[in-house]
């Protein structure tokens, strides 16, 4: 299969889609290919890393407070909690667990 010239979406700028990155693209599973070249790309992940990232560049989840129905402590949970239903702190959610 030869290397595929493709229009950036957003500079429209013209980039190489080599072979071997449709060979990767096919082991990935990927079903679509890049529609932005390599600097777009990398200016889109920056943007949107801006956001919300936490050490080593992943995502921050939103915790929310909480009391624990098994000791009565404080804590936090990353979903939010809903009425009528237990929440256990870390230390009770392992002892429970094993």
Known sequence: MPDKIIKCRDCGAR????????????????????????????????QQGENKRGIYGRSEREMFPAICSECGSKTN???????????????????MKS
Do not use: I, L, N, W
Request: include cysteine; aromatic fraction near 16%; charge should be positive.
């Open 77 to 95: 949970v990353p979903f939010q909690p809903s009425p009528g239903k237990p929440v256990y702190c870390q230390d009770c959610f392992r002892r």
């Open 15 to 46: 980039f190489t889609f080599t072979e071997k990155d449709q060979e990767f693209y096919r082991e990935k599973g990927y079903m679509h290919e890049p529609s932005r070249c390599s600097k777009c790309r990398a200016a889109r992940k920056s």
